[in-house]
Nanobody
Framework: QVRVMESGGDKVQTGGSLTLSCTASGLDFNKSAMIWFRQGPGNKREGVAFIDARSTCTYFANAVKGRFTISRDNSQATVTLQMNSLIPEDTGMYYC????????????????????WGQGTLVTVSS
């Protein structure tokens, strides 16, 4: 059974930083793209950052470009979202997800591509 589990959510002040981690199991991680979504209060779920299996292709939501980075360690089956210069609009539940296959496409943020989702980790940014 494919599973992903997020960690690292916390409450921080505006301008602060957080590192979210996602650990995957039950899949060939070396052949799987990974993505972070988020859902803020009253908002729909949106793609935040994407990375392909070999770290050769990444995508970011416009709202986080220049502030967030995504990386992965295939030897540990983990993907990391480094979030800097956080603002209150970054508040929300952050989800890790995988389609269990590799790809790189402009449709990276389409939720229907992703079969396995974690339970989420909460990020709260106070002003």
């Amino acid at each position: 059974q494919v599973r992903v589990m997020e960690s690292g959510g916390d409450k921080v002040q505006t301008g602060g930083s957080l590192t979210l981690s996602c650990t995957a199991s039950g899949l060939d991680f070396n052949k799987s793209a990974m993505i972070w979504f988020r859902q803020g209060p009253g908002n729909k779920r949106e793609g935040v950052a994407f990375i392909d299996a070999r770290s050769t292709c990444t995508y970011f939501a416009n709202a986080v470009k220049g502030r967030f980075t995504i990386s992965r360690d295939n030897s540990q089956a983990t993907v990391t979202l480094q979030m800097n210069s956080l603002i209150p609009e970054d508040t929300g539940m952050y989800y890790c997800a995988t389609p269990s296959y590799d790809f790189c496409a402009r449709s990276w943020s389409e939720p229907s591509r992703y079969m396995t989702w974690g339970q989420g980790t909460l990020v709260t940014v106070s002003s």
